[in-house]
């Protein structure tokens, strides 16, 4: 089991930053591919940023490319999301996720409860 918890989010007007954390707890996260996830009222979940176990295998959805940075320090078991430039449309709620680096696939098996981000036009 892993256990997953964001922090970091808050209230920011449109071209301010904010950065995430997410502390695992349970397994050691250096064994983890990890991604950031996010949710808008009446949107469905969407992938924003995956860093695989070793720190490489970074991707992010277009929409974010050269504003967000995903980062992870598996010493101190945390994975981080860099939010700059931010525009009203990133309001969301942000979501740590992980998956063992052995399971193929995109599906990730362990979620935090959620950092809500909202950005003030």
């Known amino acids: 089991q892993v256990q997953l918890v964001e922090s970091g989010g808050g209230l920011v007007q449109a071209g301010g930053s904010l950065g995430l954390s997410c502390a695992a707890s349970?397994?050691?996260?250096?064994?983890?591919?990890m991604a950031w996830f996010r949710q808008a009222p009446g949107k469905e979940r969407e992938f924003v940023a995956g860093i695989g176990w070793s720190g490489g295998r970074i991707t992010y959805t277009d929409s974010v490319k050269g504003r967000f940075t995903i980062s992870r320090d598996n010493a101190k078991n945390t994975v981080y999301l860099q939010l700059n430039s931010l525009k009203p449309e990133d309001t969301a709620v942000y979501y740590c996720?992980?998956?063992?680096?052995?399971?193929?696939?995109?599906?990730?098996?362990?979620w935090g409860q959620g950092t809500q981000v909202t950005v003030s036009s």
């Open positions: 996720a992980a998956k063992h680096k052995a399971i193929v696939g995109s599906a990730y098996s362990y």
């Open positions: 349970g397994r050691t996260v250096s064994n983890y591919d």
